[in-house]
């Protein structure tokens, strides 16, 4: 039982690292246009369906807020990329609990401040919440196992 749970987790660890790593390059690559001043580039590549017209590129706040949260793309997909390395690769409890919580969250703002008022068609991100699912499934299911 113990190769069964450790494949489940290491599926579940691999979801994870994908998810941390689309993150991680999601996060550096609006950072780079956010710096650049690109903000029309920038807020078309988070959510295409807004009108990127009324904004105002000369504003400094906006370009900030840009800036934050590309920052914290990166930080949020370093962290789940090294809990996936760490410790649910080698199923462990505590992986699965900062893994679930941190991109629980996560996922959840993604969801409702762009899939449900539509500012982003559910075809261009849903690869990012599925990656997050597969991940929270196979390494529930890696511990269900490891625990029998």
């Known amino acids: ?35 650049a001043g690109e903000l029309k580039d920038y807020f078309y590549n988070v959510a295409p369906n807004i009108n990127t017209d009324s904004l105002i590129n000369g504003y400094d706040a906006v370009g900030a807020v840009a800036q934050f949260h590309a920052y914290n793309l990166v930080w949020i997909g370093l962290v789940s990329l090294f809990v996936a390395v760490r410790f649910n690769w080698k199923n462990e409890r505590v992986g699965f609990w900062i893994n679930l919580i ?12 762009l899939f449900l008022p539509d500012k982003m068609p559910i075809t261009s991100g849903m690869l990012i919440p599925l990656l997050w699912l597969v991940g929270l499934v196979f390494t529930h299911i890696g511990l269900r196992i490891k625990r029998n």
């Open 102 to 113: 941190l991109g629980g969250f996560t996922v959840l703002g993604f969801s409702l401040f």
């Open 1 to 35: 039982m113990k190769s069964t749970s450790n494949a489940f987790a290491k599926v579940g660890a691999s979801s994870y690292a994908l998810w941390g790593g689309l993150n991680i390059l999601a996060g550096v690559m609006l950072l780079g246009q956010a710096r």
